[in-house]
């Protein structure tokens, strides 16, 4: 018998096991490779930088962190309803992006531990921590009665292929925005001790500054390979990669505003602080940022909310599918516009920031 307090609306493989949510474009990619490619990169130019961030690594500050104490003793029946469902859909989606980095960094710790031990040894640390990450999120599953099987996980997604280069744009984006968003949720509780309901956010501060080095890892591979950051090319990548991680993360987040609500939290206040600050952040090693102060860049987002929630009512209506195409066409089409509207605004140059940054 399935009690739908504690298990609501949840597809279950075994009992306590859920389904994994369905693979979208919006929901977290697992990725893989050239790691021929990658051996082969000559990162003698940052080769000091690399080795100090992999003697960090090496200390393992959040060795005894990841510990579930007494706060987690507790039934968490008081969290029922859609809150309950938006807490499992959170958890879950965000034990998938790390699980996906646990498995990215693993192979490639194992891809390159004869031909570029120093790379392999820092990915491997990377996987630890990753791994961490994961388990301890799948652990607060279980607090809502339920689990994810991250071998099955494993086999049955569908891996992206980037090149190196773009899997350094892309980790280097998602650890650093992942810094953010943990570390804005936990200076929010910290703040306003009356939104805590649930322990996992107490857990993020040090838990921010694990991914905060894995991005500051990425930034000096990146400055290893120059070629990857200062011509056109470079900039052409750094501004697709910026938006679509920005703009996944707001059609990801305003979709669940009443997750963060549940935390107090204005979801669209919180995503323009994190597209904010990890922009800032990343222009300190792209060659620029994307113009996110400009009103026209939230007003054209908010176009692709609406998009989205359109295309969803049209999927739930029950109309054939064949006419269900003729009525999303024009909404894709607009989506579209939109992104392209977005990536053709001007950028920053970050350039003449750089000196200072550093
Ligand atoms: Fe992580
Ligand atoms: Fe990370």
Not at 87 to 107: D, M, N, P
Request: proline share 4%; glycine share 4%; charged share 30%.
């Amino acid at each position: 018998m399935v009690d739908s307090l504690k298990k609501p609306g949840f597809e279950e493989m075994r009992p306590g096991v859920k389904v994994p949510s369905k693979e979208t474009l919006l929901t977290p990619r697992f990725y893989t490779t050239d790691f021929d490619e990658m051996a082969r990169m000559d990162i003698s130019v940052n080769e000091d930088e690399l080795r100090a961030i992999l003697e960090e690594f090496r200390v393992d500050y959040n060795r005894h962190h990841f510990v579930r104490d007494a706060q987690f003793e507790k039934s968490w029946d008081s969290i029922d309803g859609e809150t309950r469902q938006l807490f499992v859909e959170f958890l879950e989606r965000s034990c998938t992006a790390e699980f996906s980095g646990f498995l990215l960094y693993k192979e490639l710790g194992r891809r390159l531990k004869d031909k570029s031990p120093l790379l392999a040894e820092c990915f491997n640390l990377m996987s630890r921590d990753e791994a961490r990450h994961a388990g301890f999120l799948n652990k607060a599953m279980s607090d809502f009665n339920l689990s994810l099987d991250l071998g099955f996980l494993t086999k049955s997604r569908s891996y992206t292929f980037f090149k190196p280069k773009f899997i350094f744009y892309a980790t280097y984006l998602s650890e650093k925005i992942g810094y953010w968003r943990y570390i804005t949720i936990y200076r929010h509780l910290e703040s306003h001790p009356e939104d805590r309901i649930y322990p996992i956010f107490n857990f993020f501060e040090n838990w921010c500054q694990d991914e905060n080095r894995h991005g500051d890892f990425f930034d000096a591979i990146m400055r290893a390979q120059p070629q990857m950051l200062n011509d056109w090319k470079a900039k052409l990548w750094s501004r697709f990669f910026l938006l679509s991680v920005f703009a996944t993360m707001y059609l990801n987040d305003i979709q669940r505003k009443d997750f963060y609500a549940s935390l107090g939290l204005d979801a669209r206040e919180y995503d323009i602080h994190v597209i904010k600050k990890t922009n800032e952040t990343a222009g300190r090693v792209f060659p620029l940022m994307l113009d996110v102060e400009n009103p026209e860049f939230y007003q054209r987002l908010d176009v692709c909310v609406k998009n989205n929630e359109k295309l969803t009512a049209i999927s739930n209506s029950g109309t054939p599918k064949f006419l269900q195409f003729f009525q999303k066409a024009p909404i894709y089409l607009s989506h579209g516009w939109q992104l392209l509207k977005l990536y053709l605004m001007k950028p920053i140059d970050a350039v003449p920031a750089h000196g200072q940054a550093r």
